[in-house]
């Protein structure tokens, strides 16, 4: 249902073909994306922009036996 409705609605796509993998893990951009396409589905502006260098992304290893 919520799958449907966010294709319907062009916030978001899936892989094609029919796949939308909602148990995948998203990344910063998917996510980003998402939210971009959620503020212009709501009629907000999306046109602001920024130095964002300060944000610089740190690679950071997480606990568990998957970062091995």
């Keep these: 249902a919520a799958a449907d409705w966010a294709a319907k609605n062009q916030i ?3 892989y094609g073909n029919g796949l939308f993998g ?5 990344t910063r ?3 980003a994306v ?3 396409a959620y503020a212009q589905y709501k ?3 999306t046109a602001a922009a ?3 260098s300060k944000f610089a992304t740190r690679i950071r290893r997480l606990p ?3 970062t091995a």
């Design 34 to 36: 998402t939210l971009r």
């Design 22 to 26: 909602g148990e995948d893990l998203v």
């Design 12 to 14: 978001m796509s899936g």
């Design 64 to 66: 568990g036996p998957w």
């Design 50 to 52: 920024g130095d964002l």
């Design 29 to 31: 951009e998917q996510l």
């Design 43 to 45: 009629g907000m502006s």
